[in-house]
């Protein structure tokens, strides 16, 4: 079976890499004139983690990220609401990573090109149109360096990994409008920088109003210091007013952003210094989209992005993603025909990935420092008198257990 896949992310490649390793034929075509390690960090969790172990990425990922040990969920004062052990450290038979989006994604296109060809991998290839018949799917690619004719592919189906812009969802759903901002503005950066708890946890401080979030990503300079990932999230718009396409991942200002840095407080480090001391960082808004009615339409299906675009609450933008492809990968295979493969998947995944939509709309896990907030603005003595070990508990364990990443749901299948 040859497969178009549209879009070189993580999700998109992921894939190919998993279809690959079941006999398919699967041809990547991305837009970008080269797919380049860029981007900040993003925590990838044990069951996409157990997904690219099994393709035998795992020593790969360990020379290029950080094994996180531990969550910290802190008020703005820096006072500890939720504290938990993660990856290998709470059970699970894979590590959680903390790494550079780039890197991950360097490490599964390497695999592609190793595995697949370097012919698997079309650069500099823009979506324009595509069809469908009853033998399979022709899709037409501008070479978009050139801004002329690229090529035609024929294949059995089209998978859309192309991202919250899909050209391919907005064939199938025009008038879906810009996405949806729910009013925050997203600072994130990195810098080598002294390593803060045991080098290799995670912190969280504030709830969605306000947030930072800080966390290794990778080996540093010195053993000392660490490739630290930070977010400052402030809800500063209205929602009602999205900013255009061309406002999202521009470079940010320290003026823009230092102000509300000035909010928060966290034992350990000086987060004023490591802004300022960051080589350069990005300004983003925080979109979603709301969920679709559906995503297959006979021989091409959505991922990723493409299909369930959700905040970065919870650590599961890419994960969810690679769920979708080793999903849509063992369906293909077990299939007798490829449309019943792709409207299987729908099923599957599209409920799945909506209630993590809404679920991240809310606050996610991370909802716990909302919930302390409320009942102590100030800060407390003893966070067990504003609420109580089992309600937070409650919040946090909730959303581990619905996205698919529970010790137990781990465990089941190791």
Do not use: C, N
């Given at each position: 079976m040859k497969v178009i896949i549209v879009g070189g992310g993580i999700g998109g490649l992921a894939l190919a890499l998993m279809l690959h390793a079941r006999g398919f034929t699967p041809t990547v075509y991305e837009q970008s004139g080269e797919i380049r390690e860029v981007g900040v960090g993003i925590n990838t969790l044990p069951h996409a983690i157990r997904e690219l172990a099994e393709l035998g990425l795992l020593p790969a990922l360990?020379?290029?990220?950080?094994?996180?040990?531990?969550?910290?969920?802190?008020n703005r004062f820096?006072?500890?609401?939720?504290r938990e052990l993660r990856g290998l450290h709470a059970g699970a038979p894979v590590p959680?990573?903390?790494?550079?989006?780039?890197?991950?994604?360097?490490v599964i296109r390497d695999a592609v090109v190793a595995r697949l060809g370097p012919d698997a991998l079309r650069t500099g290839r823009r979506l324009q149109g595509f069809s469908q018949d009853e033998g399979g799917v022709t899709a037409h690619f501008a070479d978009s360096r050139r801004g002329e004719g690229g090529e035609t592919a024929r294949a059995d189906i089209l998978i859309a990994a192309d991202g919250i812009h899909s050209a391919v969802r907005g064939h199938y759903f025009p008038d879906q409008g810009p996405p949806r901002w729910n009013g925050v503005q997203m600072w994130r950066g990195a810098c080598d920088w002294p390593l803060f708890l045991d080098g290799e946890s995670m912190i969280i401080a504030g709830g969605m109003a306000g947030k930072l979030v800080l966390y290794p990503i990778a080996s540093g300079a010195t053993p000392q210091t660490r490739l630290t990932n930070w977010v400052v999230n402030i809800r500063t718009g209205?929602?009602?007013?999205?900013?255009?396409?061309?406002?999202?991942?521009?470079p940010g200002r320290l003026e823009d952003v230092l102000p509300f840095a000035r909010r928060f407080s966290v034992p350990g480090v000086d987060i004023m210094a490591l802004i300022q001391a960051s080589p350069g960082f990005w300004d983003y808004p925080m979109c979603d989209r709301d969920p679709l009615p559906r995503w297959t339409h006979g021989r091409v299906t959505l991922l990723g992005d493409a299909a369930h675009p959700m905040y970065p609450v919870g650590s599961n933008g890419a994960s969810q993603a690679i769920l979708d492809a080793r999903c849509l990968a063992d369906l293909l295979v077990r299939a007798e025909h490829p449309r019943h493969a792709l409207a299987a998947y729908e099923a599957v995944r599209l409920p799945a990935t909506a209630e993590i939509v809404a679920m991240n709309r809310v606050g996610g896990p991370e909802r716990v420092i909302d919930a302390v907030e409320a009942l102590a603005p100030n800060g407390f003595d003893d966070v067990e008198r504003v609420l109580s070990y089992a309600k937070r508990e409650a919040i946090v364990k909730s959303y581990a257990g619905k996205a698919g990443f529970a010790a137990e749901q781990l465990l089941k299948r190791a």
């Open positions: 360990d020379a290029v990220a950080i094994r996180t040990r531990e969550l910290v969920y802190m820096g006072q500890t609401v939720w959680q990573f903390s790494i550079h989006r780039g890197r991950l994604q360097g209205d929602p009602a007013k999205p900013p255009p396409k061309e406002a999202w991942s521009k």
